[in-house]
């Protein structure tokens, strides 16, 4: 009996649904990750994306006009999103980005995608996700790539000015992360539709979670197709099949909502009972029963490489922007607060994550936007963004403190911290993304001759087994290579390469090659000794997945440090820190791994081949964190560049922190002259601020000018650090004390 036979035995089959998820989407630089030598190169030769003069001119009108209209307190506190705004989205066609425009769409690229959702995500997170789903995995996605030619031309020009809403509706109650599971069914038959008898299906399904199916009127549906009087052949189950169903149409049941963390995006169920729809409801028509599955991992680029990261830039960006600003303007004893090394450590991290954020982010959509659709990285995207997302802010939660917990218009981050479980949930819990799908999906998707073994393995042709000997030599000899690259790598440090012009760059990208190199043989070992088993042992398998993630992450800081950077003297602490943080995460995976691997003598060997023999890996050290809190407050380009999302409003609380914010850096020098001025002669008693300004005034140590800059600054520092108030009824009022309400009628 050959070897083949034998691992045919052991080796678990994959399933037609597993094997539609491999099959689909595109291969990027995250193969060269998984094989031991990350592509810089290809990195750095990606066409830099900007936005055109059509997108540009979109950011700047209909994307600021909505920006203005929003009221996200007042949002967070009511029941729907107003009417107005859903009409203004519908009429500027926020819901037809991604439609071409011989339909009647925008056509944006993926990163103006990206950036117009991640700006109205740092205003609203439920605006920002009503904006994003239609531009997401959907109807309008899917009718673009498989629907027919009559499809198309109903319904993309109708979705493209808001005439329609649409939903999607996968998950059921039965069915979340097993989608591949869902009980709803339809059963081919013949009914009556318009007058006429059709073939087509009677469809019976209930789902939950559906975004917008509230206000939706055309319903996209995912159900498995049965055939049991063979009117389409002699197969029982034709598969997972997606259709197309109008919200008028009898039987579709849609408006019941759930209520996500309070935040008021449109997010509810959807059911039918024996619904007959024809055969030209199906997207793409009758020719695509049972490609449903196929039809959908291949369209989740959009949700999990645009959408759902953008909310985690947004996120950080929003909390870096605010938190740094309250940190300079905020002092206790005497001293701002950002200066004290407890909170030193929170800023540095949020502003290095911050940074790594939108490097990721640009790095990812322009990938996309060279018509790729790389499972994996968007994979790394979802997960890594989203999650990183949420550590910044409860950074900025722990930073701000009291005024970060009470609700208010001048809070900018209650709502984001509201809203932070609903990216981490969607599209694919985060858990199962990291656990399953990264070195899942990247370990058949990016191994040169793995998937080609594994059809062998599962092969009935005569020739499988000679085939099989051959790509099994093939295999050997790949991993041999990746042994002696880790060693050389591990021991010997002065071989490692780097391709960077910047010295600031070259150890780095050393350390990420050097971290990859350590991945390849890791990877393989644990496939030749667990086989079909790491697929279980999640454990182990995320670890290398975070390896894969963090080195892409590494190689996006260096893309965009060194193409995007508008002052590399100031945003040198930022990508320090990014680079350090990704690189030590990485590290620390390989460490937890050898550490955790359950075959003693191959973990033995493991140690050898990468040099693994404690558990120690580098920390981030107190002075870089010193230096880049430093360089977090002050009013410099990279903080713009990297919180460029964050649209000041008149009035909002951004408004109010960023006018603080200019307004103590222009008074610095005013500040100090005071403060030398109290300790040569003290104001007693010290009633106030103005106070003593006052009295300094009245000495002739300050002159008029100096004065009024004084005391307007102290005016917007006390606005800044001031929090929201209410009556004991809970209705809020302004800074005077009068009701917010009344203070607002009046001034209309």
């Keep these: 009996m050959s070897l083949r036979t034998n691992l045919k035995k052991v080796l678990p089959p994959i399933s037609v649904t597993e094997q539609e998820a491999l099959d689909a989407g595109d291969v990027w630089i995250e193969s060269s990750i998984y094989r031991g030598k990350p592509d810089m190169a290809a990195v750095r030769e990606l066409p830099t994306a900007q936005l055109t003069a059509d997108e540009q001119a979109f950011m700047d009108g209909p994307v600021q006009s909505l920006l203005e209209m929003i009221d996200d307190f007042e949002l967070a506190n009511g029941k729907h999103i107003p009417e107005e705004i859903l009409d203004f989205l519908g009429k500027n066609k926020f819901f037809a980005m991604i439609i071409p425009k ?28 009503t904006v994003m789903v239609p531009n997401s995995l959907g109807p309008g996605e899917l009718l673009m790539h498989y629907g027919t030619e009559q499809q198309q031309n109903y319904w993309l020009p109708r979705l493209a000015v808001g005439n329609d809403i649409p939903c999607f509706a996968l998950t059921s ?22 007058g006429e008898e059709v073939l087509g299906l009677r469809v019976s399904w209930d789902k939950r979670y559906i975004t917008l199916a509230p206000i939706a009127t055309v319903l996209g549906l995912a159900f498995k197709v049965f055939d049991p009087e063979q009117l389409l052949g002699d197969e029982l189950e034709l598969g997972i099949t997606c259709a197309l169903l109008p919200k008028s149409h009898p039987g579709v049941e849609l408006g019941n909502r759930h209520d996500p963390m309070g935040v008021r995006f449109y997010n509810g169920t959807t059911r039918g009972n024996d619904v007959f729809i024809p055969m030209d409801f199906i997207i793409g ?3 695509n029963i049972g490609k449903g599955w196929q039809m959908l991992v291949s369209c989740l680029g959009a949700g999990r490489g645009i959408s759902l990261p953008a909310m985690g830039v947004a996120t950080a960006q929003t909390a870096f922007k605010s938190t740094a600003e309250y940190s300079f303007v905020r002092e206790q004893f005497g001293v701002p607060i950002g200066r004290f090394e407890g909170i030193q450590d929170k800023l540095a991290d949020i502003a290095g994550k911050t940074f790594l954020l939108e490097a990721m982010r640009v790095l990812t959509t322009e990938g996309l936007g060279e018509g790729l659709k790389p499972s994996v990285v968007t994979a790394i995207a979802k997960y890594h963004m989203t999650e990183l997302g949420r550590d910044v802010l409860n ?36 858990i199962l993304t990291r656990n ?3 070195f899942g999906q990247g370990a058949m998707r990016c191994h040169p001759h793995l998937k080609e073994m594994v059809d062998l393995i599962h092969s009935d042709d005569a020739s499988a087994d000679a085939q099989f000997n051959k790509v099994l030599t093939k295999t050997v000899k790949f991993s ?47 496939l030749l000794v667990l086989g079909g088993d790491l697929k279980k042992a999640e454990l182990l398998s995320a670890r290398l997945g975070d390896v894969i993630s963090y080195v892409y992450a590494s190689m996006a800081t260096v893309r965009f440090y060194e193409q995007r950077v508008e002052n590399r003297q100031q945003a040198l602490p930022y990508f320090q820190y990014a680079m350090e943080w990704s690189l030590q995460q990485g590290e620390k995976a390989i460490v937890d791994f050898v550490n955790n691997f359950p075959n003693m003598p191959t973990k033995g060997l493991m140690r050898v081949l990468t040099n693994t023999y404690t558990s120690s890996v580098s920390g981030i050290s107190d002075d870089l964190i010193r230096t880049l809190s430093e360089a977090a407050l002050q009013d410099s380009s990279i903080k713009d560049q990297i919180t460029h999302a964050v649209k000041v409003i008149p009035g909002d609380g951004n408004d109010i922190n960023e006018q603080a914010f200019k307004a103590k850096h ?27 300004v006052t009295k300094l005034h009245e000495k002739g140590d300050l002159n008029d000018t100096e004065m009024e800059i004084l005391l307007e600054y102290n005016e917007k520092r006390k606005l800044s650090v001031r929090v929201d108030e ?3 009824d809970m209705e809020l009022v302004d800074e005077n004390g009068d009701k917010f309400e009344e203070t607002k009628a009046n001034a209309a």
Excluded: C, H, W
Excluded at 408 to 427: D, F, K, M, R
Excluded at 485 to 510: I, Q
């Design 102 to 129: 011989k339909f009647g769409g925008l056509e944006f690229s993926p990163y103006a995608n990206s950036t117009v959702v991640t700006t109205i995500a740092t205003k609203s997170g439920a605006i920002a996700v």
């Design 173 to 194: 109650p039965e069915a979340g992360s097993d989608a591949g599971s869902i009980p709803d069914a339809a059963i081919v038959t013949k009914g009556e539709y318009e």
């Design 285 to 287: 028509g009758q020719k």
């Design 395 to 430: 950074s900025a939660m722990d930073v701000q403190a009291g005024k970060a917990i009470q609700r208010g218009p001048q809070n900018t981050l209650a709502n984001g911290y509201s809203a932070l479980p609903i990216a981490i949930t969607v599209e694919g819990a985060n």
């Design 436 to 438: 399953l799908m990264i």
């Design 480 to 526: 041999v290579k990746n042994a002696l690259r880790s060693f050389t790598n591990s021991y010997l440090p002065f071989l490692r390469s780097a391709e960077s012009a910047l010295p600031e760059v070259r150890p780095y990208e050393k350390r990420l090659n050097a971290l990859s190199a350590k991945l390849a043989p890791l990877a393989d070992l644990s």
């Design 666 to 692: 222009a008074a610095m020098p005013l500040l100090s002259k005071v403060q030398k001025a109290l300790r040569k002669a003290p104001v007693v008693p010290f009633l106030s601020f103005e106070n003593a």
């Design 726 to 728: 209410y009556t004991f």
